[in-house]
């Protein structure tokens, strides 16, 4: 990698994250300034009088300032899965809900809508749900014995997250079409359109915790993206390590799916996208995903709710977006993913 190249890659990452912030407050049907945007925290910080209206600071901090934490919090943890799951697993395809904790939060989501729980009871089984998928699916896999485990990980996963896609299947079959379907249908969507002040602790929590353990393996996970054989020769402690990993990313990824519902392309895209930024190695690369998986999140929300007259889902752009972009990145990768 060129001199210099970490640092403007980190510094472009930065740039569409502000971005994003100064976009999000400045769009919308009562559009803040970002003048007025620091006016109202200056006062938060403070205690002082902002001397703006009461409906300014309403907007910041009751409406669209809990929302942009929590896109950034979601975008964010989702790509840093995504950066961790794709070295981990050494496939460059791998996306945070490989090992089933989006399938599995998602099956958790919609059980909580069945039985009539609140908004923090169907929070909470769809956490649960991605917890206990991904531990599902690790002791199955690590049963295995023979052959490679990284391999029967992947594909123990797959047909797991298979199974439960059928549980979530004959939920909706067996819901009430005139209530509870519609909610169903719209959580797997994706939507940040519900979050509030009280949505950002519980969300903020376990994305932190988790992303917290990833920054601080991600001198070793360089290692853990050898191969099985070289990573031990090297002194590394692969099953711990991975374990370790693994529980790491999940939690992150099942809050965010608790949170938002299903986005995704997030942990797919934003990686590959700051591989190409700042390189492969991942102390530079995983902050500069979590950098950029929050703006571009945050920017994906923002079109959501400004493109047409009615919300659109998150996961429809994220996959209209996603895609195309995903083919030209493919495209231009000659010399493989590393």
């Known amino acids: 990698m060129r001199p210099g190249r970490g640092w403007l890659g980190l510094a472009a990452a930065l740039l569409v994250l502000l971005s994003g ?29 902002t001397g703006l209206s009461p409906a300014v600071e309403a907007v910041v901090l009751q409406i669209r300032g809990p929302r942009v934490l929590a896109a950034l919090l979601v975008g964010s943890a989702l790509a840093s899965a995504g950066a961790a799951f794709q070295g981990l697993f050494r496939n460059p395809l791998v996306s945070p809900d490989i ?14 809508i069945f039985f009539s729980l609140g908004i923090l009871g169907i929070g909470a089984a769809s956490f649960a749900g991605g917890l206990l998928a991904v531990a599902a699916v690790y002791a199955i896999g ?3 014995r023979g052959g490679d ?5 992947v594909l ?10 059928a549980g979530i299947g004959l939920v909706k079959y067996l819901a009430d079409p005139y209530n509870q379907l519609p909610a169903m249908t719209f959580w797997l ?25 990833l920054l601080l393996l991600r001198w070793r996970m360089n290692v853990m ?47 590959h996208l700051a591989r190409f930024l700042v390189g492969p190695s991942f102390p530079r690369l995983l902050p500069t995903a979590a950098i950029l998986g929050g703006g571009y999140l945050l920017l994906i929300d923002t079109l959501a709710r400004t493109m047409a007259p009615i919300e659109v889902p998150l996961g429809i752009l994220t996959a209209a977006i996603g895609t195309p972009f995903f083919i030209v990145l493919l495209a231009r990768a000659r010399g493989g993913w590393s």
Do not use: M
Not at 99 to 112: D, E, P, Q
Not at 156 to 165: K, N
Not at 257 to 264: F, N, T, W
């Open 99 to 112: 090992l089933g904790a989006s399938t599995g939060a998602a099956l958790g989501a919609v059980l909580g």
């Open 189 to 213: 969507l994706g939507s940040l359109a519900g979050i509030g002040p009280g949505d950002i602790l519980p969300l903020a929590v376990p994305v932190l915790a988790g992303t917290a353990v």
């Open 21 to 49: 912030v100064l976009l999000a407050f400045s769009l919308g049907r009562y559009p803040v300034s970002p003048a007025d945007l620091l006016r109202v925290l200056a006062a938060k910080l403070t205690g002082a009088p």
């Open 142 to 144: 690590s049963a295995l």
């Open 225 to 271: 993206s050898l191969p099985e054989e070289e990573a031990r020769s090297l002194g590394a402690a692969t099953g711990p390590l991975r374990l370790a990993i693994v529980i790491a990313a999940t939690l992150v990824t099942a809050a965010s799916v608790a949170a938002s519902g299903i986005v995704g392309w997030v942990g797919l895209v934003v990686p």
């Open 156 to 165: 123990t996963g797959i047909v797991v997250g298979s199974l439960l896609g």
């Open 149 to 153: 485990a990284i391999l029967a990980l």
